[in-house]
């Protein structure tokens, strides 16, 4: 999952109470699938900042709830309004995550696009702006690896 630090960062997700937060604000339909059909509780997160200085997973998070309509698309006040959703039929999902702890090692979008193993990985791929990307669990574990988590063996 990508986030700007600017918007909500690692720090943001590790400050909130129990560390959990709901992933709202997702407008894209292939990212809103994943979230509502794929993404289920206690998968893994990788945690990315983007538009930052060195673009890189920072930490590791869990689902601790699945798919759920996400409330901002209701709420005119909200930056992430959408005119056309309806509580009967929700178009925008999110999911609840918690965060698991910080990676020793800032693992930057050069050191994944430098690493063999991890050449198929979504966001490695040219044009991929998605905020919600699948990943296999042999490119999970590289990425621990590389990161230095104490829990890679998870």
Request: net charge neutral; glycine share 8%.
């Given at each position: ?88 039929e929700p178009t925008w999902y999110g999911v609840h995550i918690q965060a698991q702890g910080p990676l020793d090692e800032v ?36 990425v621990l690896k590389m990161g230095q988590y104490a829990g890679a063996g998870r």
């Amino acid at each position: 999952m990508k986030s700007e630090p600017d918007a909500f960062s690692w720090q943001d997700l590790w400050d909130a109470p129990k560390r959990t937060t709901f992933w709202d604000g997702v407008r894209n339909y292939q990212a809103r699938n994943l979230l509502r059909d794929d993404i289920q509780e206690g998968d893994g997160v990788l945690y990315y900042h983007s538009r930052t200085k060195v673009p890189g997973v920072v930490g590791i998070a869990q689902v601790v709830q699945a798919g759920s309509p996400d409330p901002t698309q209701f709420d005119p006040k909200e930056p992430y309004f959408d005119p056309k959703a309806r509580r009967e039929e929700p178009t925008w999902y999110g999911v609840h995550i918690q965060a698991q702890g910080p990676l020793d090692e800032v693992v930057s979008l050069e050191q994944l696009k430098a690493e063999p193993k991890l050449a198929q990985m979504a966001v490695v791929q040219r044009g991929q702006r998605l905020s919600v990307q699948p990943v296999t669990a042999a490119e999970w574990k590289q990425v621990l690896k590389m990161g230095q988590y104490a829990g890679a063996g998870r």
